[in-house]
């Protein structure tokens, strides 16, 4: 199973973004996609339980560009 992890609330663009992604990967993949929506602290408890999950690529986040290319030290977790 492939858990994408959206930091914005259900019902929302981003919400529907995911789920529309999901859809088409699960079909492409073969595999159940579940969106999961991790709201709060301007999607950094989001961005936190992808860096704390498994290293095996089936955890994916859906959040906001500044957290994914900057990096946050909220996060435990920094680019560059």
Known sequence: QIRILVGFAAGGAPDALARIVGEKLG???GQQVVVEN???AQGNIAMAAVAKAPPDGYTLALVPVGNAADGNPGTG????
């Open 77 to 80: 977790w920094a680019v560059g």
């Open 38 to 40: 991790r709201v709060g």
């Open 27 to 29: 079909q492409s993949w």
